[in-house]
């Protein structure tokens, strides 16, 4: 009974993680380390920060309608 | 031919009776009380059978989406912006990135036709049109690694077309910001429940910001549910100081809130947008997708009656208090989010095209996400013919019309045709806690009344002020979002255009730029905010056809575009699945904006009304509902910028088409002329399915391929 519980709720919680984009940083992370293996990878800090800078220099960036 | 295996026929009989059904009920019932239900039904029938059967023919016949054809996510990832997205996961945030206020006001003010007109429009627009739209621009922005939709008419149209396209797009945001922040105003004012609760958002947005950048950076889900706690908070709270002494400090006057929301806009986007936009994002998604969702089940469990007529008689005579004109073309702009929507257009092409896995999935996230918020419309519109009609007038007429007392506004709806009285008006209001809803015009105090009334049904009548406040606070959350980002989106393109006169204002983060062009564009929506609050005649009822009319020239721009790359790229055959519904659109429109510019009617065209209100003045005479020789002077200023900006928007849309048609002939005639920049072929290494469930061979295909894939 517990099983397919367990397994509805950890979808759940990877369909909440995607949906937020809470999961960007080791999705970032696993890029880094297959595309790029010798760059530096930078901590979740560095990481957050950038991508809001992405944003503030291209408002079009997530941006949302009416 | 393929032959149907016998049981796909029988299930799709089945959900086109229920179609069928539904439509026959709606449109055959006279005087009699018709559920919901039949609307609901109406509206899931056809979406199935248009997403099944016309949505498959589009992209599949039409567009011919290429599953080995790999997508800008899948070439160009960098892990950040681009990147292969799950097709569900993106779908939820196209979704929530198209679905707005838009379609929760529309479809409440079109109401006033009668709920046939729009439930029509809703479903037909959005099969036919809307839905396209998004889909089609879709594809090409993903063929064009997410080019935006101004990129691609400056490229494939040509600079002028583009040119025009920009302008027409700077010019939307401002009126459609001036809208919405009117809509937040009349909701709020006089109001401290609603007033306190809004003003929280701010301090538990900044909390959330702080929290997301030092205490534990991007912990974006354990972040949103503190802030939606103290969101709710917030709510029960604003009952307390509504009944506390703090009260009066939070009973503001519309023109003092015109003040807060102008002083609000600008400085929020001259903040780091970590601090205010991020968080405040967050908690509207939530809201919003909370809200949409208990709405549908409210709806669905209380299957309420509805009390509007199908087709009032303001439909023909065009003399309607919400907004003048008759139902063509004024409801087709009304409702423009939820049956077609032109800013659609700028998310198709931008975020999303730059996520998508397969290029088969464009079905299901461009045009599936456009059914949904159209179902969304379509709850709306339940919501607002749900209520008393008598009540619905009182709340919706300008105030210079319905008069200050309960009343007065009971002899008003009565000169409608309908009847409220007195007493009922007053309870109305005191069963929500507001100390009035006459002339609440904007649509949203409208829909809380709706939502209050569905959800009460469940909850219990002790909670209706709650639901109804409710109600306002998750409008005016995603609407002070929207001042914010769209205030930032149009001081992009203001240093862009700037940036030709004087180079620097290119430089986005060139801060004396920034804060000029901040200004600039919080000036021009706070210009349009403070003519609708002082507006003799009821800045709803002046200013929302405007913004109708906008956004369906911006939607005319899209389809234009789309119909030129569907001829440049060959498909001269199927133009025709964009070509109709802009011919539709531009003719509803341009006759739109036509009767706003010369009809001779003064409630509906701009010049009469001028010309009329200026022949008083100098005859000395008042003409109601203005009062004074002030108000008379503001009405010959509005009327003449009004109908100045509707001709303006009209010309620069007919240039738009024009010069696609020029394309398009040149095309046709000698086709080697033309240049289609589409990215090149690359073929896709990637394995995903197609639609919503993975059939059994796109299974099969997966786990032969990546026996770990997730989840």
Known sequence: ?66 | MRRANPRTIVVWSLVALVGATGWSVLALARDEEVSAAWMVAAALGSYAIAYRFYARFVAYRVLKVDRTRATPAERLDNGIDFHPTDRRVLLGHHFAAIAGAGPLVGPVLAAQMGYLPGTIWIIAGVIFAGAVQDMVVLFFSTRRDGKSLGQMAREEIGPFGGAAALLAAFAIMIILLGVLALVIVNALAESPWGTFSIAMTVPIALLMGFYLRVLRPGRVTEVSLIGIALLLLALVAGRWVAESSLADTFTLAPSTLVIWLVAYGFIASILPVWMLLAPRDYLSTFMKIGTILLLALGVVLTLPTLKMDPVTDFASRGDGPVFAGSLFPFVFITIACGALSGFHALISSGTTPKMIQKETQVRMVGYGSMLMESAVAIMALVAASIIDPGLFFAMNAPAGVVGDTVQEASKAVANFGYSISPADLARAAEQVEEESLLSRTGGAPTLAIGVSEIFSKVTGDSMRAFWYHFAIMFEALFILTALDAGTRVGRFMLQDMLGNVHKPFRNVSWKPGLILTSAAVTGLWGYFLWVGVHEPLGGINQLFPIFGIANQLLAAVALAVCTTLLVKSGRLKWAWITAVPLAWDATVTLTASWQKVFSSDPRVGFFQQRSDYQDAIEAGMVLPPAKTMDDMHTVVTNSTVDGVISAVLALLIVVVILDAGRVCLRHIRDPHASRLSEAPYVESRLTAPDGLFATREEKQRASEQEPAARP
């Open chain 1, 1 to 66: 009974m517990t099983a397919p519980l367990l397994r509805a709720l950890r979808r759940l919680r990877w369909y909440v993680r995607e949906f937020t984009d809470e999961s960007a940083y080791e999705r970032y992370v696993a890029h880094l380390r297959k595309e790029h293996p010798h760059t530096a990878v930078p901590d979740r800090r560095a990481f957050e920060r950038m991508r809001t800078e992405r944003r503030e220099s291209d408002p079009r960036q997530g941006f949302r309608c009416c």
